[in-house]
C-alpha cells in the first residue's frame, strides 16, 4: 500500500519547475521542450530570464507555456531565488537550460518524501564523448544526503525541494553562482546548510537528466577556474559554519594528486587534460582567500 501511496502522490503533486537561463535561447528551447513533455497539468514551467543582453526569453517561454520573470540583474543564485519564490506548489524543482530532462523523470523526482532530491546528470546520448565532461553527477544506487553523506552529492541544475525547506535556510546565496565573483557552488552550499539544518535529502539516480556539453575547451577551461573558485569560498564558509564538513572538505581541496596527475599528463603528451586539475586548485586557492576576506 505505501508504494502505491507514493505512485499516486508522484502523479497528483503539483510541482513548479524554475528554469534560470540569460542569453541561450536554443539551449533553452531545448531544455524546455524536454520539460513540458514530463510535465502535468497542474504543474507550473517557470522561466526566469537572468537581465538578458542580447536575446529575451519572451518567445521561448511563450512558446512552450511557460511563465515569465525577468530578474533586475544577472545572477543563477538569483533567478532561482526568484523562481521559488514565485511558487504556490510544495515542491519545487530547479533545471537548468542546458539540461534536457529525461522520460520518468518526474514521477522519480516526487517519489521520495525527502525534504530535498538531487537527481543524476550524464552526458546525453547523442553528444560525442568527452574527455572531461562537465555539470555530471553519475551514480546507479539510491542513498541518503545528510551530515554524514557525500560531499558532492549533485547539482543545482536537477534538484527537487520542499518550498517550506528553502525559506528556513533562506534560499540559494546570491553571493555565489554565475555572474558573481566566486562563480559556482551555490547548490553545494545550499546543500551544506540544509543537511546542517538537519533536512535528509535523497539521491534518485532514476531522475535522470542530461547536461549538453555546448562549452569549447577553453570555456570548460574557464569553468573550471569558476567551481574551483566556489569550492575555495564553500570551505571557507563551512570552516565557520560547520568545522567537522570543512575537515572533510580539506584534503579534497588541497590534496596534491592532481597537480602530480598533471605534471605526468604535460611530460607524457598528453597536454589537453592537464590543465582543469590545476586551474581547479588555483581557483580554490583564490576563492578561500577571497572568501575570508570577505567573511562570506
Given at each position: 500500500?505505501?508504494?502505491?501511496?507514493?505512485?499516486?502522490?508522484?502523479?497528483?503533486?503539483?510541482?513548479?519547475?524554475?528554469?534560470?537561463?540569460?542569453?541561450?535561447?536554443?539551449?533553452?528551447?531545448?531544455?524546455?521542450?524536454?520539460?513540458?513533455?514530463?510535465?502535468?497539468?497542474?504543474?507550473?514551467?517557470?522561466?526566469?530570464?537572468?537581465?538578458?543582453?542580447?536575446?529575451?526569453?519572451?518567445?521561448?517561454?511563450?512558446?512552450?507555456?511557460?511563465?515569465?520573470?525577468?530578474?533586475?540583474?544577472?545572477?543563477?543564485?538569483?533567478?532561482?531565488?526568484?523562481?521559488?519564490?514565485?511558487?504556490?506548489?510544495?515542491?519545487?524543482?530547479?533545471?537548468?537550460?542546458?539540461?534536457?530532462?529525461?522520460?520518468?523523470?518526474?514521477?522519480?523526482?516526487?517519489?521520495?518524501?525527502?525534504?530535498?532530491?538531487?537527481?543524476?546528470?550524464?552526458?546525453?546520448?547523442?553528444?560525442?564523448?568527452?574527455?572531461?565532461?562537465?555539470?555530471?553527477?553519475?551514480?546507479?544506487?539510491?542513498?541518503?544526503?545528510?551530515?554524514?553523506?557525500?560531499?558532492?552529492?549533485?547539482?543545482?541544475?536537477?534538484?527537487?525541494?520542499?518550498?517550506?525547506?528553502?525559506?528556513?535556510?533562506?534560499?540559494?546565496?546570491?553571493?555565489?553562482?554565475?555572474?558573481?565573483?566566486?562563480?559556482?557552488?551555490e547548490d553545494l552550499d545550499l546543500f551544506d546548510r540544509m543537511v546542517l539544518a538537519g533536512h535528509v535529502g535523497w539521491f534518485e539516480p532514476e531522475a535522470q537528466a542530461f547536461h549538453l556539453q555546448w562549452r569549447t575547451d577553453t570555456q570548460a577551461l574557464r569553468l573550471h577556474w569558476a567551481y574551483g573558485k566556489g569550492m575555495g569560498a564553500r570551505l571557507a564558509r563551512l570552516s565557520r559554519t560547520d568545522r567537522r564538513r570543512a575537515r572533510l572538505l580539506l584534503p579534497r581541496v588541497v590534496r596534491l594528486h592532481g597537480i602530480a596527475t598533471a605534471a605526468n599528463e604535460v611530460t607524457?603528451?598528453?597536454?589537453?587534460?592537464?590543465?582543469?586539475?590545476?586551474?581547479?586548485?588555483?581557483?580554490?586557492?583564490?576563492?578561500?582567500?577571497?572568501?575570508?576576506?570577505?567573511?562570506?
Open positions: 500500500m505505501a508504494d502505491t501511496n507514493g505512485l499516486t502522490n508522484a502523479l497528483t503533486d503539483a510541482l513548479t519547475v524554475v528554469v534560470p537561463t540569460r542569453d541561450r535561447p536554443e539551449l533553452l528551447a531545448r531544455s524546455l521542450a524536454a520539460l513540458r513533455a514530463e510535465l502535468e497539468p497542474q504543474d507550473r514551467l517557470l522561466v526566469v530570464d537572468s537581465c538578458p543582453a542580447r536575446f529575451p526569453a519572451t518567445a521561448t517561454a511563450a512558446t512552450y507555456g511557460a511563465e515569465l520573470l525577468t530578474a533586475s540583474r544577472p545572477g543563477t543564485s538569483l533567478a532561482r531565488n526568484l523562481g521559488w519564490q514565485a511558487a504556490t506548489t510544495e515542491h519545487v524543482a530547479f533545471v537548468d537550460d542546458d539540461v534536457l530532462v529525461a522520460p520518468g523523470w518526474r514521477r522519480a523526482l516526487l517519489r521520495s518524501g525527502a525534504d530535498f532530491v538531487l537527481g543524476r546528470v550524464s552526458e546525453h546520448p547523442d553528444d560525442q564523448p568527452h574527455e572531461r565532461p562537465v555539470s555530471v553527477i553519475e551514480g546507479s544506487e539510491p542513498h541518503a544526503v545528510d551530515r554524514s553523506g557525500p560531499l558532492d552529492p549533485g547539482g543545482g541544475g536537477n534538484l527537487r525541494v520542499r518550498r517550506q525547506v528553502l525559506a528556513d535556510v533562506g534560499g540559494f546565496d546570491e553571493q555565489l553562482g554565475a555572474a558573481t565573483w566566486f562563480a559556482s557552488a607524457s603528451g598528453h597536454r589537453r587534460s592537464w590543465g582543469p586539475p590545476v586551474v581547479w586548485r588555483l581557483g580554490a586557492l583564490a576563492g578561500f582567500a577571497v572568501a575570508r576576506v570577505r567573511r562570506l
